[in-house]
């Protein structure tokens, strides 16, 4: 069964392709995925590392975390589940009307 790192702190110039030889060092890496803004398009500084089995994730996590990569010290640990979001993305409830003052 596989199990999906959190990388943090990376390098703006690190590729995924940089990312998956880095972990190979610790097994099969199933995928790679660095996280960019939407708007621009440029990296956002983290991303995702798809080990192939949970023995290969930990052993990724003793052997990068910590370690400098492209003037940087990656921060790597086991990503938590995305939280559920509520369909249709709203904000909350949104009041009508204007807020006139009560007269006497």
């Not at 790679?32 to 398009?41: A, E, K, L, S």
């Not at 003793?62 to 790597?76: H, M, Q």
């Amino acid at each position: 069964m596989s199990a999906k790192l959190f990388v943090g702190n990376l390098s703006y110039q690190a590729t995924e392709e940089d990312l998956r030889e880095l972990f190979q060092q610790a097994g099969t890496v199933e995928s790679v995925r660095i996280i960019t803004d939407q708007f621009t398009g440029r990296p956002r500084g983290f991303g995702f590392v798809e080990m192939s089995s949970k023995e290969e994730a930990e052993r990724a996590i003793e052997l990068l975390n910590g370690r400098l990569f492209r003037d940087r010290n990656l921060v790597v640990n086991e990503a938590r589940p995305q939280p559920s979001r509520a369909p249709g993305g709203g904000g909350g409830r949104r009041r009508e009307g204007g807020g006139g003052s009560w007269r006497r």
